[in-house]
């Protein structure tokens, strides 16, 4: 801080303001000129902001800005189109490599709500024969992928890669009849593979 700056200050604060409220009087005590610029700065950063100029947005407007993330978003994270081969998945199910790595994305993402056997838990058992949302692979794979969010089942299509489902539900698909211990009573109506 400046001599003439504290001087000022000393000055300023030895001038007493005319009001009194309840007996109680105030010394004139400003801002210090540094936190003033600062204040201005930031009402300055925020029209800026608000118009999205330069090196702050793209230029084009926050909403432009917003539709663009979207974008790509969705372009790393494609939506399912449910045109999935029943084939390709079926293939998968015998495909040892495909269920390793079904497996490992079954312990990290989907234990947790249905058990590290799949026996059930907050989700329904995955292995007995009892589907609420049709237990064909294509129909695994369209709840894997679109979830029944009400229900707090996720729609992984957001957080994993199409092929990423594709294994996992292979995986699942594996476990039928798998007969884990104390398993969660059937939900849905059984269905012959
Ligand atoms: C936050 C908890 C939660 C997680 C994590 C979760 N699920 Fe679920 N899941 C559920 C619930 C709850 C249901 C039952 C939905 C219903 O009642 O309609 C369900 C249903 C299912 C179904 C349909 C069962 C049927 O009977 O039709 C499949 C298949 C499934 N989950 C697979 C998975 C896979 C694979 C993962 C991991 C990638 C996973 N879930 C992760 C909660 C979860």
Redesign the pocket.
């Known amino acids: 801080m400046s001599t003439q700056d504290d001087k000022d200050q000393v000055t300023r604060q030895d001038r007493l303001i005319e009001h009194s409220y309840d007996g109680i009087q105030e010394y004139d005590n400003p801002m210090p000129r540094w936190w003033l610029l600062t204040f201005a700065g930031t009402i300055l950063f925020a029209v800026i902001y608000l118009l999205n100029v330069g090196p702050v947005g793209n230029g084009k407007g926050r909403i432009a800005d917003y539709e663009d993330d979207l974008k790509t978003f969705a372009n790393a994270h494609p939506t399912p189109t449910g045109a999935v081969s029943a084939n390709k998945l079926l293939a998968m199910v015998k495909d040892r490599k495909e269920r390793h790595e079904g497996e490992e994305?079954?312990k990290k993402?989907?234990v947790?709500?249905?058990r590290m056997d799949a026996g059930g838990l907050?989700?329904?058992n995955?292995t007995d024969n009892?589907?609420?949302?049709?237990g064909q692979v294509t129909d695994?794979y369209t709840?894997?992928m679109n979830g029944?969010l009400e229900?707090?089942?996720?729609a992984?299509s957001t957080m994993?890669e199409t092929e990423e489902v594709e294994q996992?539900?292979a995986y699942?698909a594996s476990l039928q009849g798998s007969n884990p211990a104390n398993p969660k009573a059937p939900?849905?109506t059984p269905v012959t593979p």
């Open positions: 994305l079954f993402y989907c947790s709500c249905h907050i989700g329904p995955l009892a589907w609420i949302h049709g695994i709840t894997v029944v229900k707090g089942m996720p992984w994993l996992v539900v699942v939900q849905g």
